[in-house]
């Protein structure tokens, strides 16, 4: 049996930033005053941007770029492997890059499969993102669709 422990490994953070653990974050970057929220998995190729919320439960694959002041609700998952060929995809060069602009808001439970999310933009909980959102509005269902700009 191999059992792997939650850790945290090859971090670049600075000093204001705070990690609740138990959390899996690994080969990605933290700016100032970022916060994390236990039970969170990071993985490599993350940046997250200064004055970031990621509260717990939440999970950020590979190559997801945050800008500054946003806040990621509890249990919110963002995918990059769209399983575009019907069946998992091992390279992780075909997988999407996803950003977020600075100060958007995503609400608990929501999942994002898309590539980007425009700045000021708020994503209601529960909701799942399947488009770019270019428009600063409130977003919300199954899949999220423009409510009201902002």
Same mark, same amino acid.
């Given at each position: 049996?191999?059992?792997?422990?939650?850790?945290?490994?090859?971090?670049?953070?600075?000093?204001?930033?705070?990690?609740?653990?138990?959390?899996?974050?690994?080969?990605?970057?933290?700016?100032?005053?970022?916060?994390?929220?236990?039970?969170?998995?990071?993985?490599?190729?993350?940046?997250? $941007?200064?004055?970031?919320?990621?509260?717990?439960?939440?999970?950020?694959?590979?190559?997801?770029?945050? $800008?500054?002041?946003?806040?990621?609700?509890?249990?919110?998952?963002?995918?990059?492997?769209?399983?575009?060929? *019907?069946?998992? !995809?091992?390279?992780?060069?075909?997988?999407?890059?996803?950003?977020?602009?600075? !100060?958007?808001?995503? $609400?608990? *439970?929501?999942?994002?499969?898309?590539?980007?999310?425009?700045? *000021?933009?708020?994503?209601?909980?529960?909701?799942?993102?399947?488009?770019?959102?270019?428009?600063?509005?409130?977003?919300?269902?199954?899949?999220?669709?423009?409510?009201?700009?902002?």
């Amino acid at each position: 049996m191999k059992i792997l422990k939650s850790s945290i490994r090859n971090v670049i953070a600075s000093e204001k930033v705070t990690v609740c653990e138990p959390l899996n974050i690994y080969e990605c970057t933290l700016h100032d005053d970022v916060f994390v929220g236990p039970f969170v998995e990071i993985q490599r190729h993350c940046v997250i $941007g200064a004055g970031t919320r990621i509260q717990s439960h939440s999970f950020l694959c590979e190559k997801v770029t945050t $800008g500054k002041n946003c806040f990621i609700g509890h249990n919110v998952t963002f995918a990059n492997d769209l399983f575009r060929s *019907g069946k998992l !995809n091992p390279d992780p060069e075909s997988w999407i890059s996803i950003h977020l602009g600075d !100060n958007v808001i995503v $609400g608990s *439970g929501s999942t994002i499969l898309t590539e980007f999310i425009c700045s *000021g933009a708020v994503i209601g909980a529960g909701s799942v993102v399947t488009k770019d959102i270019l428009k600063p509005g409130i977003y919300a269902g199954n899949p999220a669709r423009l409510l009201r700009e902002i």
